[in-house]
């Protein structure tokens, strides 16, 4: 069965650097998405993304945040300027479309640890 | 503003005794509901939704909108359902899932 697939499975930065976390969906896949969880908390709504703009974001997803589909297979987010509060378990998910009968499917998730 | 309530994070049973995992949703308009189950070190994977009205590994969930709950039950848990279990609801045409805090089961012997 084909599976979203994130890398890396965990990433160390330090504060106020860049990081990219990167995503492949589902080939067949036309809708992408970025959620996070911070440990102990819940799953939360980052970004949606198709046919290459944003369909939605949350309030959590500012201006340091943005995504790219930079080629036809990988989809990333990018954290400009990494803060403290922004360690957390990302899951990238994609669906083949959007509605009733397109369920999501989450890749493994990319652990961050700002320090 | 929608929100997902699942007030039990812990939930320990016995092999073979009945499971209910509950889920509480709170939104003006026509929701529809998940259930997505983690098992250990693996990803969130869909279990089953409610316009499917299906039974997945044993369990299903019914939505009641009156109660405003979508809870999730097993007759007779096994070993393997040991895993953290999320509630969530879709408002909308579009993807964006609202979750609970989750409920970690935890199948004893």
């Known amino acids: 069965e084909p599976e979203v697939t994130q890398t890396p499975s965990h990433q160390v930065t330090q504060m106020g650097q860049e990081v990219i976390l990167r995503c492949v969906p589902i080939?067949?896949?036309?809708?992408f998405y970025w959620y996070r969880q911070i440990l102990g908390q819940k799953v939360e709504f980052l970004v949606s993304?198709?046919?290459?703009?944003?369909?939605?974001k949350s309030e959590i997803f500012d201006d340091q945040f943005s995504v790219e589909r930079p080629d036809g297979s990988n989809f990333t987010l990018k954290i400009r300027s990494t803060k403290l509060e922004d360690s957390a378990m990302y899951f990238c998910?994609?669906?083949?479309?959007?509605?009733?009968?397109?369920?999501?499917?989450f890749g493994n998730g990319t652990r961050l640890t700002v320090t | 503003a929608q929100r997902v309530t699942q007030p039990e994070k812990l939930l320990s049973v016995f092999k073979g005794a009945p499971v209910e995992l509950k889920c509480n949703y709170s939104?003006?308009?026509?929701?529809?509901l998940f259930w997505y189950v983690q098992y250990s070190r693996q990803r969130l994977q869909l279990l089953l939704r409610?316009?499917s009205r299906e039974s997945i590994k044993g369990f299903t969930a019914d939505l009641n909108k009156g109660e405003t709950s979508f809870h999730l039950k097993k007759p007779f848990a096994q070993e393997e359902d040991s895993a953290m279990y999320y509630c969530?609801?879709?408002?909308?045409?579009?993807?964006?899932?609202?979750f609970g805090t989750g409920t970690q089961l935890k199948v004893e012997l």
């Open positions: 998910a994609s669906s083949d479309a959007t509605g009733k009968n397109s369920p999501l499917h």
């Open positions: 080939s067949n896949h036309l809708y």
């Open positions: 993304f198709y046919n290459n703009e944003i369909s939605e």
């Open positions: 939104y003006s308009g026509s929701p529809e």
């Open positions: 409610h316009i």
């Open positions: 969530a609801l879709r408002t909308g045409g579009g993807n964006k899932l609202t």
